[in-house]
């Protein structure tokens, strides 16, 4: 009889063998990835001096993005400048080597809490092409110049050496912006800037989710599941990253072929559910606010908070990736969660499809292009062999993000089967994520411990209950509830 698994040893190799997930690459490749040197070093402009610091969550090792943020454009302009240093992994990838056809075949880069499989062997991921600080690295620098209330107004794209003066984390940063001290120097504007963009995105009709998210953390006892709190600053630099999506979309449909991230607009049906749940939960509708506005206002302490963010999920379903090689019409290309023309640009050591949107924008984007002017048409020579590829991106990032979400889940229900295995018919307090249906039982979410779950009967929407648990598997990793507990 096999001894029960207990949250001190949590195992993954499980769900690790079920996906056919492997860490190890092949001899040929890994001595391909050490081998492997700068290609475009030659054409590079020097951006040593440029102060750039990394900010990613602590322990990271594969380090995709650098930034910088001045008050003030080249034209003099009152706005800002965002610099924007993103790992060449083109540099040492070449399109149609044996590193690019296993690139393809992972996708990305899958995390689990013991660890990740990474897209690229280690040493590039961690090393050659990570942005490490106080290193020399090639790198894709984005300059985004916006006006005085944070629209984008240029950018410009080019290969370049860089030097990251330091490497920040998002808690840290956190603790010291509540202390009010002052922030590095390369970011001391990121709080303004970030501000400004979350808001020009809400008046676009931008609609930004939030729900709970859980995350295993490793204690000296043992695995624990954990709500992690998405901090200011970790919100703020994703809008660095997110302008620079926007522009490199923009810059892409402007020179007539590219790769974009999609999401079909909500129908005017999806939209009036919502507003109906809305009410429904007793939250005050203002008229001509959009979804977005609606959900940025709402205190996330409420559980009619909780239920109203789930139900604008169906808000944003469709999501896929779009691959094009003559303008496409607006709304195939379309991304309803940004309300504009968006690319994955920023994260080429874990996404695949990053790297061919570098090297897109670097074949249209070496000069000054103009961004609030969608009609601009940009000349440029798209390199044959990225050209060829791009058919088949769209179904590769498809199917390796399904992967990765499949593994996500199964590592959190496998947590949370594990960790309540004991507690059959305790009583819990929770709040209605989603209603049931014929076929599916209302989803719930229980506050403490952090779990997501399926509850038998009619929870109501709005509203904090009690629930029971009443059934356990952790070899199938399902967790059920029941409501009401009597």
């Known amino acids: 009889m096999s001894v029960p698994m207990t949250m001190a040893d949590l195992d993954f190799s499980a769900i690790i063998e079920k996906f056919e997930l492997s860490e190890a690459f092949a001899p040929e490749l890994e001595d391909e990835a050490s081998r492997a040197s700068d290609r475009f070093s030659e054409g590079r402009i020097d951006a040593r001096n440029l102060e750039l610091v990394t900010i990613d969550p602590p322990g990271s090792k594969d380090l995709d993005q650098a930034v910088r943020i001045e008050q003030g454009t080249e034209t003099g302009d009152d706005g800002f400048t965002l610099y924007y240093a993103i790992a060449d992994v083109g540099a040492f990838v070449a399109p149609g080597s044996p590193l690019d056809a296993e690139a393809k075949r992972r996708g990305e880069t899958i995390y689990l809490p013991s660890g990740n499989i990474p897209l690229y062997p280690r040493v590039l991921t961690e090393q050659t092409a990570s942005l490490v600080a106080g290193e020399d690295r090639p790198a894709v620098l984005w300059q985004i110049e916006t006006d005085g209330t944070g629209l984008l107004t240029s950018a410009r794209v080019r290969r370049a050496m860089v030097r990251v003066r330091a490497r920040l984390d998002y808690p840290s940063l956190q603790a010291r912006y509540d202390r009010a001290e002052s922030l590095p120097e390369p970011i001391k504007h990121l709080p303004e800037f970030g501000t400004m963009r979350q808001q020009r995105a809400r008046e676009r009709g931008a609609i930004e989710l939030h729900l709970p998210e859980q995350d295993l953390v490793r204690t000296p006892d043992g695995w624990q599941l954990r709500l992690e709190p998405r901090t200011q600053m970790d919100a703020w630099n994703s809008e660095c990253s997110l302008a ?25 049906a999806a939209k009036s559910q919502f507003r109906a749940a809305a009410k429904a939960l007793g939250v005050r509708i203002i008229d001509g606010f959009p979804p977005g506005e609606i959900l940025a206002r709402l205190d ?80 440029g020579n798209l390199p044959a062999d990225i050209a060829e590829a791009l058919p088949e991106l769209p179904g590769l990032l498809s199917r390796s993000g399904r992967i990765a979400s499949d593994v996500e ?78």
Request: proline share 6%; hydrophobic share 45%.
């Open 409 to 486: 889940n199964s590592c959190i229900n496998l947590a949370e089967a594990v960790a309540l295995q004991d507690c059959i018919g305790q009583v819990y307090d929770a709040g209605l994520l989603r209603d049931g249906d014929e076929q599916h039982d209302s989803e719930i979410f229980v506050y403490e411990p952090p779990v997501i779950a399926q509850c038998r009967g009619e929870v109501p929407a709005g509203q904090k209950v009690q629930v029971r648990l009443a059934e356990v598997d952790v070899d199938q990793r399902k967790v059920r509830f029941a409501y009401p507990v009597g």
């Open 244 to 268: 620079t999506g926007i522009a490199a979309a923009r810059i892409m449909f402007a020179g007539g072929a590219g790769l974009l991230r999609t999401l079909p607009a909500p129908s005017d």
């Open 300 to 379: 996330l302490a409420d559980p009619a908070a909780l239920a109203l963010n789930a139900a604008a999920t169906k808000l944003l379903r469709g999501s896929g990736y779009l691959a094009f090689s003559s303008r496409p019409p607006q709304p195939e290309a379309w991304h309803a969660g940004v309300a504009g023309t968006y690319a994955h640009a920023t994260a080429p050591i874990r996404r695949l499809g990053d790297r061919f949107v570098s090297e897109i924008c670097l074949a249209f984007g070496g000069d000054w292009a103009r961004l609030d002017d969608e009609t601009t048409h940009l000349s």
